[in-house]
C-alpha cells in the first residue's frame, strides 16, 4: 500500500510542506518588499505644504460691483472682478470676429458678475494694470500691460497688442454664492 501512495503523490508528505513553504517564504518576502517600497514611493507624492498652495479660498462678499482684487495662486496674481451689469454687456457684445482668442463671455465665466482670471500677460509674463480705478484700462476697459502694450478687454480677452491669447482662466469652483476655491 506504501507504494501506491508513492506513486499518486510522488513527492510524499515533504513536496507538500516544501511547496507550502515556498509559498509563505513568497508571501512574506513579497509583503517585506511592498513595506520597504511604500516609504520611497510616498516620499514622491507633493509635501503638505505644497498641497495647501495648490488650492485658495476666497470670500467674495466684500467685493463690490466694479471692484477688483488680486490674490496669490501657486506664486501667480489672480484678478477676481465683481463687474457691473454695462462690463457684462459689453463683453457679451463683442463681435467675435474682432477677437485674435475667439472664446466667448460665457465660456470664460462661471456666474456673469464674476470674472475670475490669472493676471499675466501673455505675450512676456508681466502684470497687466487694471484692477486698481486709477490704473490705465487700455482702450477696451479691461487690462493694459504698459511693457509691450496688449490690450485686455472687459473679460480678459486680448484685442491689441503682442500677445497671443487671452488672459487664462483657472480652474475654480463656487463652495457657496460667496466663497470660490481657485485650483
Known amino acids: 500500500m506504501s507504494d501506491t501512495t508513492q506513486q499518486d503523490n510522488p513527492h510524499g ?11 509563505t517564504a513568497a508571501a512574506f518576502g513579497a509583503v517585506g518588499a511592498g513595506s520597504v517600497a511604500w516609504p520611497l514611493i510616498h516620499q514622491m507624492n ?42 457684462i454687456e459689453a463683453a457679451r457684445n463683442t463681435d467675435l470676429a474682432d477677437l485674435r482668442d475667439k472664446q466667448t463671455d460665457e465660456d470664460r465665466v462661471q456666474k456673469a458678475e464674476w470674472l475670475v482670471m490669472v493676471g499675466i500677460c501673455t505675450h512676456l509674463g508681466c502684470v497687466p494694470l ?54
Open 13 to 23: 508528505e515533504e513536496g507538500s510542506r516544501r511547496d507550502f513553504l515556498y509559498l
Open 46 to 87: 507633493p509635501a503638505a505644504d505644497t498641497l495647501a498652495l495648490s488650492t485658495t479660498e476666497v470670500d467674495l462678499t466684500p467685493i463690490e460691483k466694479g471692484q477688483a482684487i488680486t490674490v496669490m495662486w501657486r506664486g501667480k496674481p489672480v484678478f477676481i472682478r465683481h463687474r457691473t451689469e454695462a462690463e
Open 130 to 183: 487694471g484692477q486698481k480705478p486709477s490704473d490705465i484700462k487700455g482702450e477696451y476697459n479691461g487690462w493694459f500691460c504698459p511693457c509691450h502694450g496688449s490690450h485686455y478687454d472687459e473679460s480678459g480677452r486680448i484685442r491689441k497688442g503682442p500677445a497671443p491669447t487671452n488672459l487664462a482662466v483657472p480652474d475654480y469652483t463656487f463652495l457657496t454664492d460667496t466663497t470660490i476655491r481657485i485650483g
